[in-house]
């Protein structure tokens, strides 16, 4: 059974900083696309980021520069750090795993529609 297990969601203040974790079981972790998304209240979930197989990345315009995706093979858990801050990134996020190895679906990472695995999410409040 595949488990995603997110954690080191809170509350920070604008330009603070925080790096969310997602533990995996029953998957063969290292050999597929992973990714991190978002929603808001009263809006539709979004890709923040995701990583292939090989390492390679792909972020939302909106996070490059300040979010960082990564993984450690050896201990089954994907990594988003988050720097900088900002209200509007204020959301629920998840960890989702696609049957992929690499994060391209028609021209785009971040069709949620093939990830097929998701986590609880954890939640994250930015406060200006």
């Known amino acids: 059974q595949v488990q995603l297990v997110e954690s080191g969601g809170g509350s920070v203040q604008a330009g603070g900083s925080l790096r969310l974790s997602c533990a995996t079981s029953?998957?063969?972790?290292?050999?597929?696309?992973m990714g991190w998304f978002r929603q808001a209240p009263g809006k539709e979930r979004e890709g923040v980021a995701a990583i292939d197989s090989d390492g390679s990345t792909s972020y939302a315009d909106s996070v490059k520069g300040r979010f960082t995706i990564s993984k450690d093979n050896a201990k089954n858990t994907l990594y988003l750090q988050m720097n900088s801050l900002k209200p509007e990134d204020t959301a629920m996020y998840y960890c989702?795993?696609?049957?992929?190895?690499?994060?391209?679906?028609?021209?785009?990472?971040?069709?949620?529609?093939?990830?097929?695995?998701w986590g609880q999410g954890t939640q994250v409040t930015v406060s200006s």
């Open positions: 029953g998957y063969t972790y290292s050999s597929h696309c």
């Open positions: 989702a795993a696609s049957s992929y190895p690499l994060c391209v679906f028609g021209g785009t990472w971040s069709d949620r529609n093939e990830y097929n695995y």
